[in-house]
C-alpha cells in the first residue's frame, strides 16, 4: 500500500510563493505518473498538476498555468509544487495523488492519495 504525505502548506498573502512536497513510502512509487489537485468547499476537486514517474510528461491546470511549476526528485520519491504569484482563489486543500498509468486530470482515475496540506492566502 503507497502511502502519500503532502508539506508546505500554510498561510500567505496575495502575491506570494509556496511550496509543496509529496513523499511516498513506497520505492515503486516512482513507476507512477503523480498529480496534485486541489480543493476548496463547494467545489469539485480541481487537477493542479502532474508528472510523470520520469518527468517526460508535465501537464497544469489552466488555472495556474505559468504560475505553478511541478517537478520530480532524481529518486523520483518526491514530488514537489512551487506556487508562485498566489492568489485569494488559490486557497484549498491540496492534495498528491498516484495512479498506475499514464496522465489523466480526472480525480476519480487515481489510485492513490494523501491526506492535503492546506493552503491559504490573504488578500
Known amino acids: 500500500q503507497v502511502q502519500l504525505v503532502e508539506s508546505g502548506g500554510g498561510l500567505v498573502q496575495a502575491g506570494d510563493s509556496l511550496r509543496l512536497s509529496c513523499a511516498a513510502s513506497e520505492r515503486t512509487f516512482r513507476s507512477f505518473f503523480l498529480g496534485w489537485f486541489r480543493q476548496s468547499p463547494g467545489k469539485e476537486r480541481e487537477f493542479i498538476a502532474g508528472?510523470?514517474?520520469?518527468?517526460?510528461?508535465?501537464k497544469y491546470g489552466h488555472s495556474v498555468k505559468g504560475r505553478f511549476d511541478i517537478s520530480r526528485d532524481n529518486a523520483g520519491d518526491t514530488v514537489s509544487l512551487q506556487m508562485n504569484s498566489l492568489k485569494p482563489e488559490d486557497a484549498a486543500i491540496y492534495y498528491c495523488?498516484?495512479?498506475?498509468?499514464?496522465?489523466?486530470?480526472?480525480?476519480?482515475?487515481?489510485?492513490?492519495w494523501g491526506r492535503g496540506t492546506q493552503v491559504t492566502v490573504s488578500s
Open positions: 495523488a498516484a495512479r498506475f498509468e499514464g496522465y489523466s486530470d480526472d480525480y476519480r482515475k487515481y489510485n492513490y
Open positions: 508528472v510523470r514517474w520520469d518527468g517526460g510528461i508535465i
